[in-house]
Structures are given as C-alpha cells and as structure tokens.
C-alpha cells in the first residue's frame, strides 16, 4: 500500500498527463486514468466514478478554453449529448455489477480497439473523406453515442474514443473541429454520470479532488497545445510545398 504523500503525488502527475492528451485528441484522458487507479488498488465502481470525475473536470476547462477560441460546433455537439446522457446514467447502474476480473478484461479489450483504431486512423479518415455520408450513417453515429455514454460510465474513460471518430468519420468535421466539440460533448456526459455514480456512493473524493486538480490544469495546456501544433503543421506543410 502506497503512503498519501506518493499517491496524492502520483495522482497529480497522472491527472496532469490524462488532461494534457485528453484536451489535445478529444478523448477525455481516461485510457491514462483507469489503469493508474486500478494499480492504485481502487475497486471497479470506485475506478470507474473517480477517472470519470476528472474527466469532467478535463472537459470543463478544456471547453472554457475552446469556447473562447470559437471552435465548438455547439450545436452538433449538444445533440451528441442528447444520445450520450442516457447512455451514461445506465453506465453508472451497470458499474456495480461489475467484478474486478470482468472489468479489467472488458477494459483490456475498449484499449485493445482503440489501439487498432490509433493505428489504422490515417487510412480510414482517407477512405471517408472520399465517400458520401449518407443520413443512415448520420443516425447511426448519433445512435453510436448512446454506446459511448455507457461506455464513458462504466469505465470512467470519457467516452470521446467514440465521438472523435464520428465526428471526423461520419460527420465530416476536421480535427480541429471535432476534438474541441468532442470536449463539450464529454462535459455534459460526465456530469450526468458523475451524479449519477455520485447518487449510487461510488466515488472516491479525496483521490477525485486531487486527480481533478491536475486534469484541470493538463487540459489548458492540452486546449492551447493542439492549436501550437496545428500552426506548427501548416509552417511545415507550407515549407514542404514551397521547395
């Protein structure tokens, strides 16, 4: 057992990294989260409401910082919540039924296809972008997020490994459309299930509080960091062409 001192440091250092890439792709840092708070010895209800507290509170700072740079689709956005919310209040009521085993090997497999997704992301966005979207496609990535709001309670990850795609998939919007609005989506989800887990006595609020501390302050770095490197990219690109 880790003493407080190393753990609220531990937290802190996590909360800080899940912030930073959460805000910059649009995923919400739980992929970082979760397995540092099993490894902190937390139980699957206690794992999956404490990540989801600082996912929140990622979303939160991240969408202040992207509401001020005007790149929210606040409309899309809004919708996906719609789907989302109730995906999410169910998420908290499946939580607890949750063994340890079980949600370990549920959640080796989410990280498993996410990972298939990261590296295949390329050459599926060129595949898309050539294809029409059609309105069956449309219901079907609104439908999606009523998965993604199950999925971002019942793990505590967000759910933006299901938004960002549909967005930049199905949609059509850019990345620097979709990770922005994917962050307002990911706020409204977390909240409602953050009150919900909170309604059912699942989080940890100490280990939240710390945790969120250092989201909160990743995702404004995360929010201002993926505009440097867009600017960045098109300073390369620009170079590249001109020789």
């Given at each position: 057992m880790l003493d407080p001192i190393t753990t609220i440091i531990i937290l802190i250092a996590v909360?800080?990294?899940a912030g930073t890439l959460g805000s910059?792709?649009?995923?919400?840092?739980?992929?970082?989260l979760v397995p540092a708070l099993t490894f902190l010895g937390l139980s699957p209800t206690q794992t999956a409401s404490t990540g989801l507290i600082a996912v929140a509170s990622t979303s939160v700072s991240s969408t202040i910082e992207y509401s001020r740079q005007r790149r929210i689709d606040y409309r899309l956005g809004i919708e996906m919540a719609a789907f989302a919310i109730p995906g999410a209040v169910l998420g908290a009521y499946i939580s607890g039924y949750l063994t340890e085993e079980s949600f370990k090997l549920y959640f080796g497999v989410l990280l498993l296809l996410t990972?298939?997704?990261v590296l295949y992301k390329n050459s599926i966005l060129k595949d898309s972008a050539a294809k029409k979207r059609s309105t069956t496609l449309r219901a079907a990535a609104f439908a999606a997020t009523f998965g993604a709001g199950i999925i971002s309670s019942l793990f505590g990850v967000g759910?933006?490994?299901i938004f960002v795609p549909a967005m930049l998939l199905v949609l059509g919007l850019s990345m620097q459309r979709a990770a922005p609005t994917s962050q307002l989506t990911l706020m409204m989800t977390s909240i409602a299930g953050v009150l919900t887990h909170g309604f059912l006595g699942h989080?940890?609020?100490?280990?939240?509080?710390?945790?969120?501390?250092?989201?909160?302050?990743?995702?404004q770095i995360g929010s201002r960091g993926l505009a440097l490197i867009v600017v960045a990219i098109e300073f390369i690109i620009d170079w590249l062409t001109s020789k």
């Open positions: 909360g800080l990294g910059m792709i649009g995923v919400g840092g739980g992929i970082i990972g298939i997704y759910g933006g490994i989080p940890d609020y100490f280990q939240a509080a710390v945790l969120s501390a250092g989201a909160f302050v990743g995702a």
